[in-house]
């Protein structure tokens, strides 16, 4: 039968194929060349990073839970980076990112670990560009702790506690200069609302206080004083606490949470990056040093829907009412005996188009038994945080879980 029926095993990209058939009663060939475009199906869905023996590779889940978009099936492709360029990235994991921004064609995605970084197309994940190749400079150190895409545009890393940016839709041109010059070492944390003049919003923790550039070619600077007529809960130029973690919460405030230098004194700091600086950018001065385990607590996520926040410790998620009791009750206790959680996301894809409806209404989180690394996919109740005790979906089978992004659509105007 003139039919060919194989399986393509080659690296995501584009082949020429040649089909020859041979009549076998008389030897004739006749041959015909076309076209094959080996990709992957990846729109919707998370990224999860995960790592064994000193390497990581990247899984790609999507579910009729968090993707309830007519067209997009449910899929789980296995070990995408080492598939599409030839094998895994070396050095500990530690973040997994989309550059994905609405009416362009930027749809890219970061991998970072120590002593790499490289980034993949966010369509079909081959191979754009790593390591020196991202960097305009070549003696660039490469040490990536943290990127993201801000709201306004500038996408940012912080790479061995030091600030770089760049802003385009063009990949070629998507680059890395110098780190913004300044006296400075950065928490490996980022938050989505920037507002265009604050650029990127950061917390120096060399000098314990939140600073930031004066223009994507400028010098590090502090934020404004405080105008002498109010009494702010805090002044972000004198913060003077170790940073744990930072996230975009409710009415897109960036939560920040901290912990004392000294003592027990754990802290959120709610603040309104995302407008001018006028001195009058915190918001509040959270108490949490008499919340239940906090002292444990190793992971952190801020709600996009409510005045609710989580903590995770080793095995158990607390739900934190920020905004009325100041108060946190277990939200989630149901993990099996020998797992203990390794990494906590709630789903936020940025841009959310068709997904307005699930964006902040599901948490992910990995686990580790100490042989293998599961993802729980829970239902989780974005206003009160309570989460249903029986999973949506549990994947098993992973190395350590290091991140869980979400990913947007890469197709279309979207």
């Known amino acids: 039968e003139k039919t060919l029926d194989a399986i393509i095993t080659e690296k995501v990209g584009e082949y020429r194929v040649e089909l020859i058939v041979t009549d076998t009663s008389n030897q004739l060939k006749a041959n015909m060349i076309f076209t094959v475009v080996v990709s992957v199906g990846i729109e919707y869905g998370i990224m999860v990073l995960h790592s064994a023996q000193d390497s990581s590779d990247v899984d790609f889940i999507t ?45 890219w995605l970061t991998v970072g670990s120590a002593g790499h970084m490289a980034r993949v197309s966010g369509s079909d994940f081959s191979l754009l560009r790593e390591d020196k190749a991202l960097f305009r400079r070549s003696d660039a150190m490469i040490d990536p702790q943290a990127f993201m895409l801000l709201g306004n545009g500038y996408s940012a890393l912080i790479n061995a506690g030091r600030l770089h940016m760049y802003t385009t839709v063009y990949e070629t041109d998507a680059l890395f200069s110098a780190s913004v010059p300044g006296d400075y070492e950065l928490a490996p944390y980022l938050a989505m609302g920037s507002y265009y003049s604050v650029v990127a919003a950061v917390y120096d923790q ?45 009415n897109n405030y960036t939560h920040a949470f901290f912990k004392d230098k000294t003592g027990g004194g754990y802290w959120l700091y709610v603040i309104n990056f995302n407008t001018t600086d006028n001195g009058t950018l915190a918001i509040s001065a959270n108490d949490m040093s008499m919340l239940p385990e ?59 188009y068709n997904l307005t409806a699930v964006t902040g209404w599901i948490l992910y989180v990995g686990t580790w038994d100490g042989q293998k690394g599961k993802v729980y996919e829970l239902q989780l109740n974005a206003l009160s945080g309570q989460i249903n005790a029986t999973p949506l979906n549990v994947f098993d089978g992973f190395g350590k879980v290091a991140d869980i992004s979400a990913k947007a659509r890469g197709a279309g105007t979207y």
């Open 206 to 250: 060399k000098h314990g206080k939140f600073i930031h550039p004066a223009s994507l070619v400028g010098s590090m600077i502090d934020f404004v004083a405080p105008p002498d007529t109010i009494n702010p809960p805090f002044d972000l130029r004198n913060i003077g606490k170790d940073m744990l973690y930072m996230d975009r919460g409710f």
């Open 63 to 107: 579910t009729a839970n968090a993707v309830p978009v007519a067209g997009i099936t449910p899929k789980w492709l296995k070990h995408m980076f080492s598939a599409s360029t030839g094998s895994k990235i070396a050095g500990a994991p530690r973040f997994v990112a989309q550059e994905r921004r609405s009416q362009t064609t930027q749809n």
């Open 294 to 352: 906090i002292s444990t607590a190793k992971f952190f996520q801020a709600s996009e829907q409510g005045y609710v926040d989580l903590y995770a410790t080793d095995r158990k998620i607390y739900a934190y009412n920020y905004q009325g009791t100041n108060t946190a009750t277990l939200a989630f206790d149901g993990f099996p005996a020998g797992e203990t959680i390794t990494c906590m996301k709630i789903y936020k894809p940025n841009p959310n």
